[in-house]
């Protein structure tokens, strides 16, 4: 018998629903093993049954749920509780479902002002009223699927990689165990590191200095020539069997979308370490808490203290 | 706060030291041989060196109980492994500014050279760093 597969989309792009497609080849055989029974960006499936008959939102049972996007209203809150109630396993897919992902910047401020910034002060906006009418109320700041609820699996990545979801599904649809790396995008990383930064920090469209076509190991460092890469304080895992992580591999730095190593770890200050330690000036980074958080702000990033 | 408070008892900091095993600690073992007095509110750790006090550590400190970290290692110039003391200085620069993004005051975290024949000297730093964060009063994360 196949397994039920529930997906539900909450703060987010939807390119993490383009991942699952973009799986390719493997998700022929992957189909034929699971039957999808509730999937808002594939099929016309009412949360309150087809003519909204229900009083309740209602998902379908299913033995594997996904759950893509952060939590940023009630809606999202009592959805992600349902699926939690509906589905055997609870997968978190993507950064925004593991660590709140690009939505929660917005943790930098509150809700209250985050909707006076968009709705009144913005100047390509007309000053209106804050949105009030038949949309579920904004929760206090965005969360993390596993603040809410419990979380089976997390498959981190802005937008995950097509081999770990496919692995993921596979590995969980054929009782195997799935373990995400330990290790920072640094240690999987090839370049020439000496510990020591060549230059000031600059402004990434200014180009790394590297040979097209010459192998990566023969790079030096994009953090020592200056640039700011995020891979100290990020899980590798995103070069898949390929191992070199994504970025590195198209000359660019490490953005940190596969977030921290371990839920206790703060990126800002493992950056601001790493970047220190090696000479570059710590002063000249315009928004630490901002840029080194930039996937993983839910229960990381928070308006500033008011003194 | 309230006035009934009956005997208002003094409040002693938490103050960690995180001293180089070449100069600090050994700076702060004369001060120790030599009787020189100073706060007992402070807690040394050694440490091998000043350059691998990571800024987790003094921010982990400063959020789990520590009123105070002065992490100290050898004069510029000095240090046992060349240039470690100096690498603890660009990320002293870095471990300050992120204390405003906890919002812990900067006076709370204090880098500092003692050399291992600086014993009165370590002394007379310990008791003026307690007394700023004495005049300070309690972490922001004690409540």
Redesign the interface.
């Known amino acids: 018998m196949a397994a039920r597969l529930a997906e539900e989309w909450f703060a987010i792009c939807g390119g993490c629903e383009v991942t699952i497609l973009d799986i390719g080849e493997p998700l022929l055989d992957l189909l034929e093993k699971v039957q999808i029974v509730h999937m808002p960006v594939l099929m016309d499936h009412k949360l309150y049954g087809q003519t909204g008959e229900k009083a309740e939102m209602e998902i379908p049972e299913a033995e594997v749920g996904l759950i893509s996007g952060g939590i940023r209203s009630d809606e999202h809150k009592l959805l992600a509780q349902e699926m939690r109630r509906k589905c055997k396993t609870l997968i978190a897919l993507g950064s925004c479902a593991c660590h709140g992902g690009i939505p929660a910047l917005a943790n930098l401020y509150s809700t209250q002002e985050m909707l006076t910034k968009v709705y009144r002060e913005s100047v390509t906006t007309d000053k209106n009223g804050f949105p009030h009418e038949e949309i579920p109320a904004l929760t206090d700041r965005v969360y993390a699927i596993s603040e809410v609820v419990k979380v089976d699996m997390s498959l981190p990545g802005c937008p995950t990689t097509p081999e770990m979801v496919g692995g993921a599904l596979t590995a969980l649809l054929e009782g195997r165990p799935f373990t995400l790396s330990t290790k920072s995008v640094c240690d999987e990383c090839p370049t020439i590191r000496e510990k020591k930064a060549t230059s000031t920090l600059k402004r990434r469209l200014e180009g790394p200095t590297f040979t097209p076509g010459a192998p990566l190991n023969q790079m030096r460092c994009l953090m020592e020539q200056g640039f700011l890469c995020n891979g100290p304080a990020t899980r590798s895992g995103c070069g898949g069997s390929e191992g070199t992580p994504r970025c590195i591999r198209a000359y660019m730095p490490c953005e940190g979308c596969f977030g921290p190593i371990s839920e206790k770890a703060?990126p800002?200050?493992?950056m601001?370490?790493a970047?220190?330690?090696i000479?570059l000036d710590?002063?000249q980074i315009p928004d630490?808490?901002a840029t080194f958080n930039r996937f993983s702000g839910a229960g990381r990033l928070r308006p500033?203290?008011k003194r | 706060m309230s006035m009934d408070l009956a005997v208002e008892q003094e409040f002693e900091p938490v103050i960690l030291a995180l001293a180089c095993n070449w100069c600090s600690y050994a700076g702060a073992d004369l001060a120790g041989i030599s009787r020189c007095q100073y706060p007992a509110n402070v807690r040394i750790i050694r440490v091998m060196c000043s350059g691998m006090v990571?800024?987790?550590l003094v921010?982990e400190a400063l959020t789990k109980g520590a009123d105070g970290v002065v992490m100290c290692g050898c004069h510029p110039g000095d240090c046992h492994y060349q240039e470690g003391n100096l690498?603890a200085e660009?990320?002293a620069?870095?471990?300050t500014?992120?204390l405003g993004?906890f919002?812990i005051e900067e006076e709370r975290f204090k880098l500092a050279w003692v050399s291992a024949s600086e014993g009165p000297q370590f002394a007379k730093l310990m008791t003026e760093f307690t007394e700023q964060i004495k005049r300070l009063g309690p972490s922001p994360y004690k409540s």
């Open positions: 703060n800002m200050v493992d601001m370490g970047l220190s330690t000479g710590p002063k630490r808490a500033a203290p | 990571h800024p987790n921010i690498k660009r990320r620069e870095a471990i500014l992120m993004d919002g």
